[in-house]
Each structure stands twice: as structure tokens, then as C-alpha cells.
């Protein structure tokens, strides 16, 4: 099987495939612990469904069929919540918040969608990581399945809060939420439009991309999906200001970000472009700021 090529028509109906089992096993799960809390049943579904997905990289040997988890998970637990949470009602603050994470998740899903050439294609994080010979495989479950939907789902909880019907009721801190939330996706739309024009427009293989938000920072679309996280907070907390602990959710994917990809990404550039060193001295790692003018 892993020695099979396979075009990019029959990579993503395989993909298609790998999810609808996840679906099935994560259903399957939720209906055994049905009388369980909705939260801890849809972790353990979560679980689950992680676990298919992992079976079908193993299979397929491509760590990257995990890839489009991050955005579809979301886009699942959101509605379960919100029918097992939000009393059969739809309150203003559940259908922005509804809205605003099922857009989220369909341009980042499209995102992935666009770029992935196949499974003979896949992330350039995993390659150096295949040295470990049998050891791959374990490492890839902890690191690149299991981590980033233990991290997801934390980031997620918030919207169980938010979701419920018992919290107080519309003010200020949710329109702040609306706000950084749709801010987030914005900006990270217009960061992967920016990179996608640069990509394929005419240019030096050492050229860089600063220009529009990329100016601002050497990573904006990471900006922008750290931002969503700490909107998808605040809806929590302005439905439940008891719930302010739920904060470890997008600290912990601020962390991943600042911790991992954007090393990993700098890294990357700096072996490429041999002036990615003095763009690193001269712009924001993250955070969108005026650029600084090295000596």
C-alpha cells in the first residue's frame, strides 16, 4: 500500500474517506457516552477520531492526511455543542459564534484544499523526522496527532461555554469577541492571499515576501490564526466569566505558534534566503508592528 503512487484526485478521495471513518468511529463514541458531560464525551470522540486518522498516515505513510484536523474538528464540535448545549434555541451570541468558526474553518480547510498536491505530498516539518527510522511512526502519533488535537480541543472548550444557555446575557465583551474573531480571519485570509500572489508571481529565488501585512510581520497568517483562538476565549468568558481558565487553550496554541512553527518556518527561510537574516532583525516575529530599520 505505501509503496502505491496515486494522483491528487484519488489522494484527497482517499483522504475523504479516512475523515468519513473518524466521523463514523467519533459518533460511534458520543452515542456510547451519551449520558456522559457533552465535554468529555466529545474529547473522547475526539480521541477516537484522531486515532482513525493516525491509521490512515500510518497506511498511507503520509503524516500529512492529519493535516486538515485543525480546522475540521472545530467545525464539528461546534454544532454538537451547540444542539446539546443550546437548549434547541439560537441566541445572537451562538449564531455569531456558530458563524464565525464555521467560516474559520471552511477558508482554512480550502486553504489546505488548494496547496496539497496529493500524498505524495507531504509537510516539509515531518521530513528531517523520518531519520528515526521505526521511531517515526510513534513520535509522529504524539507530535503531529495526538499534541496538536489535545491542543485544539483545550483552544475549543470556550465554545462549550459559550454555547450554553445558561450564560449571562449580550454586552460588551462579546462584540469585543466578534471583533478579534472576525479580525483574526480576515487577517489571516489576506496573509495567505498575499503569500499565494507573491508565490506565483515573477520573482528572484531569493526575493522575500514584505510587503502588505508581511511588512508588519515575517508571519502573519500565524498571527491571524493565533487571534482567533483568543476571540473563540472571549466568547467564553462573556457567556461565563468563571470560565477564565479555559484561557490555557490559546495560550497553549500561542505557544505552539511562537514556540515551534515560527522557529521552524525562520529556520527554514534562513537556509533559503540568504537575507531572511537581516528581515529577522528588522521585523516582528508575530505581532504585526512598523518594521524595525536595521543599522
Known sequence: MKSVRRGRPQSLLLCLVAYAVAGIAATGVTRLLSGS???????????AATIVIFAFSLGLDNSSVYDPYWSVAPAVLAPVWLL??????????????????????????ANWLR????LSDEDWRYADYRRLGAGYWPMSFLGFHLMPTVIVFVACVPMAYAFST???HIGLLDAAAVIVTAAAILIE???????????TSPRSPSDIL????????????????????????????????????????PAAVTALFAGISVPLMDKRMLARHPGYAEHILDTSGLIPRRARKSA
Open 166 to 168: 445558561t450564560g449571562r
Open 115 to 118: 496547496r496539497w498536491r496529493g
Open 37 to 47: 458531560s457533552p465535554v468529555w464525551s466529545a474529547a473522547a470522540a475526539d480521541l
Open 210 to 249: 514584505s510587503t502588505g501585512l508581511w511588512a508588519l510581520s515575517r508571519h502573519p497568517n500565524y498571527f491571524g490564526e493565533v487571534l482567533f483562538w483568543w476571540g473563540i476565549w472571549l466568547f467564553g468568558i462573556a457567556a461565563h466569566p468563571s470560565s477564565w481558565w479555559t484561557i490555557a487553550g
Open 189 to 199: 485570509a489576506a496573509a495567505d492571499q498575499q503569500l499565494r500572489r507573491f508565490l
Open 84 to 109: 446539546r448545549l443550546g437548549g434547541g434555541g439560537l441566541s445572537v451570541r451562538q449564531a455569531a459564534l456558530l458563524v464565525l468558526v464555521l467560516l474559520w474553518a471552511a477558508r482554512l480547510t
